[in-house]
């Protein structure tokens, strides 16, 4: 087997974002049929709602499950870009609809955590493993997933044969500035190639960002788009910098992260190359066994 396993489609820069002048807007209507462009779910529409501060339109595919989506360009209809946007309800037609979780799913009143199954998703540090705590929590636990911090890639190969994946062990991982060409990207294929029949069960995904900040929308800080860090800077403290916020010491990281993190509410925080790997991860690594 060579190269990574990317059956979720091989540039992670083909984010599906489109031009957002001139879209056609469409009423996401009970019914319509859309396509969310980052992610590719496609599904009908089975109800608008409100989660946090987001309007979001749940999206039901034809398997019966459903994921909700902020409204807002980013969508296809028949094929075309579209602004789904907010449709008109009558007065008094509202219907009470289940609380969500921050990704956006069913809250399951009273669920306990499953026992943890033996499938994981790595991330490559304590960052992103905080950062999909916060959003994909309440899934995980319901899953038995446990996401676990690597602190980097560079003995990836190392650490899936002493991992040993298969049918029952899968294996998701989330990689930092997946993209071609880079480091990381022949890291990942060299990993999973070595790793032999036993690469099936191992999913590597990754974001075309530098580091998992950038996936938290630049406006949840009070910026239009995060900074470009000179290579050779610290990028977190060439961050904090640009944001006017204490840049000095490994305490001024730590506290300028966890203000980041303080602005994240729900998915509709984060930039979709983001949420939608998060999003496959979990679905590949809950995946049943196949037979045999």
């Known amino acids: 087997m060579s190269g990574f396993n990317d059956r979720y489609g091989p540039d992670v820069l083909a984010s599906g974002m489109h031009r957002r002048a001139s879209l056609p807007k469409v009423p996401a209507e009970r019914g319509l049929v859309v396509e969310e462009t980052a992610t590719g779910w496609v599904g009908a529409v089975v109800r608008v709602e409100r989660i946090g501060p987001e309007r979001m339109a749940v999206l039901q595919d034809r398997h019966g499950r459903e994921r909700a989506f902020p409204l807002g360009h ?97 294996l998701g991982i989330l990689v930092d500035h997946l993209v071609e060409g880079s480091k990381e990207s022949r890291i990942v294929a060299r990993a999973i ?21 950038e996936a938290v929308r630049p406006e949840r ?27 000095e010491s490994a305490a001024d990281v730590a506290s300028g992260w966890q203000r980041i993190l303080g602005t994240v509410r729900t998915i509709a925080d984060l930039d979709p190359e983001l949420s939608g790997r998060v999003e496959h991860l979990i679905d590949f690594v809950t995946q049943p066994a196949g037979p045999g």
């Open 74 to 170: 980013g969508f296809m209809v028949d094929g075309r870009n579209v602004e789904l946007t907010r449709p008109q309800t009558p007065p008094g037609a509202a219907a009470r609809t289940p609380r969500r979780t921050a990704s956006g799913s069913i809250a399951v009143p009273g669920a306990k955590a499953r026992t943890a199954r033996a499938s994981r998703i790595w991330v490559e540090g304590r960052h992103d493993a905080e950062l999909i705590e916060k959003v994909w929590g309440d899934d995980l636990r319901i899953e038995g997933i446990v996401v676990e911090p690597l602190g980097g890639i560079d003995d990836l190969a190392e650490a899936i044969a002493a991992f040993s994946p298969g049918p029952t062990r899968r």
């Open 193 to 213: 190639a070595d790793a032999g029949p036993a690469g099936e069960a191992v999913l590597a995904l990754g974001h075309p960002f530098v580091d998992v900040w």
């Open 221 to 247: 800080v009070g910026l239009r788009a995060w900074p470009q860090i000179p290579k050779g800077q610290d990028y977190k403290r060439g961050i904090l910098a640009a944001l006017g916020w204490p840049a």
